[in-house]
C-alpha cells in the first residue's frame, strides 16, 4: 500500500505554515502555533484520529489568532486530501459521539468531494485561554474548503466551553479516523455509484 502522507506549506503576508501528516500513524504529535489551547486541541485531533501531525506556524499573533487558526484549518485542509488521493479503499463516512464530563458532542463526516459545514456549538464563553471560541468555526470551515468534505458538528450539551470544545475535536478525529480507514471488502474501489468522489 502507497504510504498516505502528505507534506504542504502555505506561505502569507500574514502567515506561514507547515503540515506533515500520516493518515496511519499512531497519534503522535509536535505542534506549534503559538496558540496553547489550539495546539491542545490539534493534539486531539492526532490522538483519537491516530493521524501523525506536526504542524509549525507563525502568524500575526499579535492582531489576533483567526488568520493562525484559519490558515491552520486550510493547510491541513490540503494535506488530508493530498494524502487521502482518490479515496479509493477507504469507507468514505465517519461519525463519533464523544462525551467529557456534563459535554456531548456529534461528529459526522463525507469525504464526498464537496465542501460544507454544519457547526452548532453554542459556546458558554468568547474565549478559553487566549482561544477565541469563534475560531473553532473558522478552523473547521477552513479545512472542509480544502479537504473536500462534508462535516456536521453539533454540540448535544454543555455547560464549560473547554469541554465542549475539546468534544468537538476528539469526535472530529474519531470520524475522521473512521472515514479514512481502509475497507477491505472495498479494495481499489471508490464508493460512490459515480465512480468518483
Given amino acids: 500500500m502507497k504510504p ?10 500574514e502567515t506561514q505554515i507547515t503540515v506533515k501528516l500520516n493518515i496511519d500513524g499512531t497519534g503522535h504529535s509536535k505542534l506549534d502555533t503559538g496558540i496553547g489551547f489550539f495546539d491542545h486541541m490539534l493534539d486531539q485531533i ?7 501531525l506536526e504542524v509549525t506556524a507563525k502568524g500575526d499573533l499579535h492582531i ?8 491552520v484549518g486550510i493547510t491541513i485542509g490540503q494535506a488530508l486530501a ?9 469507507r468514505r463516512y465517519g461519525h463519533a459521539y464523544v462525551p467529557l464530563d456534563e459535554a456531548l ?17 453554542p459556546f458558554k464563553s468568547g474565549a478559553i485561554g487566549l482561544f477565541d471560541t469563534q475560531l473553532a468555526f473558522e ?18 450539551r454543555g455547560e464549560n466551553s473547554h469541554h465542549q ?5 476528539k469526535a472530529f478525529g474519531r470520524a475522521l479516523r473512521m472515514a479514512m480507514e481502509l475497507d477491505p471488502r472495498s479494495a481499489g474501489v471508490i464508493p460512490s455509484t459515480k465512480g468518483v468522489l
Fill in 165 to 169: 470544545a475539546e468534544t468537538v475535536f
Fill in 4 to 13: 498516505r502522507k502528505a507534506e504542504v506549506t502555505r506561505n502569507t503576508r
Fill in 139 to 156: 478552523f473547521f470551515q477552513g479545512f472542509v474548503n480544502h479537504a473536500f468534505v462534508t462535516l456536521h458538528i453539533d454540540n448535544l
Fill in 82 to 90: 493530498q494524502a487521502v488521493g482518490d479515496k479509493s479503499g477507504v
Fill in 105 to 121: 458532542s456529534r461528529v459526522v463526516v463525507d469525504f464526498s468531494g464537496r465542501p460544507g459545514l454544519e457547526m452548532h456549538v
Fill in 46 to 52: 492526532a490522538r483519537h484520529g491516530m493521524i501523525d
Fill in 64 to 71: 489576533d489568532g483567526h488568520h493562525t487558526v484559519e490558515d
